[in-house]
């Protein structure tokens, strides 16, 4: 008798193929631990798909690992794939302090996938991650929508997706600033397989602290900044380590100086627990956009949080549509981040 995962999965896979044909994606989620039982997120990228257990913190039942040879039987045969073109893996929680995306294989192979008339270099094998965030999808299309003759900064750049969609845009140029010079690389090929490349589009490798703070002091000035970071980095090449919660708000502070007068920021972090400083407020306007912004074929909505940040007035502006002011200046009981 078919289980509650293979039901689920069977409908959603309908709905989306045909759901994905028409938004012209061929990297999309199918399903998205819709069943509690079943925490598990399944990914189509072209022919093949990324399978990936969330496992609960008590985990390691009985029957475990049949479970799992159950659901990767499921996926082949719902979805129509070879056992050798599913990726699985497992997502463990990590301790804090360890790198987010640890490398998992060197043999992985890069193929390209389809999302919304651009072509991007993702890979299933070598890593938890894959080269292209679906959550981030509409995300890239609002910058894409905005970019036409403006400066666009993307900071933490990954694989340079955004950097893709707002040259796509008719961006006048972008400033893409990544530690990984594998990364940077990426980005790169990601322009040059939409024929985008070109001295307009610079790619700077750099401690993103670090260099927001010079940068700061210089006259370059972007209008469109993006700042999606992780929730943890560490590097030999960093100086210390950064944290998407102790260090926001002085990431914040430095990236909002780097605005044009009318310009905008998108700030965003798939940390859980994340809690926007108070102080932030003092800013400038934060809009929070999620989970609005989240596309329909990822389904849990508590994967990220957005914001649209505007300098000028100052205030917070609710989920509920309701502003919360800017908090009044008061003597710091601790020292606050530089």
Known sequence: MPTAFRNRLSKNARHFRRWAEHQRLSAYRVYDRDVPDFPYVVERYASRVHLVEYPRRAERREGGENEREAILQDVVEVLEVPPEDVFTKTHLPQPWGRAQYPRLATSGEDFVVEEQGLQFWVNLADRLDTGLFLDHRLTRARVRGEARGKRVLNLFSYTGAFTVYAAAGGAEGTTSVDLSNTYLEWTGRNLALNSLEGRRHVRVRADVLRWLADAATQKARWDVVVL???????????????????????MLRHALTLLAPSGKLYFSTNYRRFALDERAAALGTFEELTPGILPPDVQRKD????????????GVRE????TKPAPARRRPTHRPPE
Do not use: I, K
């Not at 560490?234 to 926001?248: E, K, L, P």
């Not at 994967?303 to 100052?314: A, H, K």
């Open 228 to 250: 999606d970071p992780p929730p943890f980095s560490t590097s030999n090449a960093m100086r210390g380590t950064f944290d998407v919660q102790r260090d926001h708000l002085r």
């Open 303 to 314: 994967v990220l949080r957005c914001w649209e940040v505007r300098p000028g007035p100052t």
């Open 319 to 322: 989920r509920d549509g309701s």
